[in-house]
């Protein structure tokens, strides 16, 4: 079993930054691909972000290329998001999420975190 804790949420104007944390409680953090998603109001949980197990890949939706950018310390057994240039439509909970392999698909992750609430003003 892998319980994950998402950090880092808040309240942030149109152009700023946030970076969200998500901590594991698994020792085998490591063998695990880890991906970020998000889902806002009336809407479905959508993609943002997928990391490989060692770090070595990383892919992103559309939306967030260029501004988002994922990492994980397997020692701490922490992953990350850091969002620049944050725009009202990133408003939504992120969740991350732990699978066996790197992809955007939401359903080929087994694990989830109860997500972190991110609100951009404009």
């Known amino acids: 079993q892998v319980q994950l804790v998402e950090s880092g949420g808040g309240l942030v104007q149109a152009g700023g930054s946030l970076r969200l944390s998500c901590a594991a409680s698994?020792?085998?953090?490591?063998?695990?691909?880890m991906g970020w998603f998000r889902q806002a109001p009336g809407k479905e949980r959508e993609s943002v972000a997928a990391v490989s197990w060692n770090g070595g890949t990383t892919d992103y939706t559309d939306s967030v290329k260029g501004r988002f950018t994922i990492s994980r310390d397997n020692a701490k057994k922490k992953v990350y998001l850091q969002m620049n240039s944050l725009k009202p439509e990133d408003t939504a909970v992120y969740y991350c999420a732990a699978g066996p392999f790197v992809t955007l698909l939401r359903d080929e992750y087994d694990y989830w975190g109860q997500g972190t609430q991110v609100t951009v003003s404009s």
């Open positions: 698994t020792r085998t953090f490591a063998n695990f691909a």
